[in-house]
């Protein structure tokens, strides 16, 4: 059983940067992603990791300005999130999974409970 809490959302204007967290306790050699659900939209797939780190993957609306990170020392992985944009206000969650498939589907078997992101512009 693995349980996840996220942390590290705000109220941040257009331009700005934020950094989210995620503890997880348990096991953790899973991949690790992050999704959002914007309001009245349908959760998306956002960055995943791979256990050490060495691989990771994004979602290309955010390609080039977010980056996933982990430290396997402190059960945490870690969304730094820069020139954020309004489109990118959500709800974002946590995920884990030993099946990088499992989250690439967007049906992991761990989610974390949320932390909300709003951007303004």
């Known amino acids: 059983q693995v349980q996840l809490v996220e942390s590290g959302g705000g109220l941040v204007q257009a331009g700005d940067s934020l950094k989210l967290s995620c503890v997880a306790s348990g096991r953790n050699s899973y991949y690790m992603g992050w999704f959002r659900q914007a309001l009245g939209k349908e959760r998306e797939f956002v960055a995943v990791?791979?256990?050490?780190?060495?691989?990771?993957t994004y979602a290309d609306s955010v390609k080039g300005r977010f980056t996933i990170s982990r430290s396997n020392a402190l059960n945490t992985v870690y969304l730094q999130m820069n020139s954020l944009k309004p489109e990118d206000t959500a709800v974002y969650y946590c995920?884990?999974?030993?099946?990088?498939?499992?989250?690439?589907?967007?049906?992991?078997?761990?989610w974390g409970q949320g932390t909300q992101v709003t951007v303004s512009s």
């Open positions: 995920a884990s999974d030993p099946s990088f498939a499992r989250l690439q589907a967007r049906s992991p078997l761990y």
């Open positions: 990791i791979n256990w050490n780190g060495g691989y990771t």
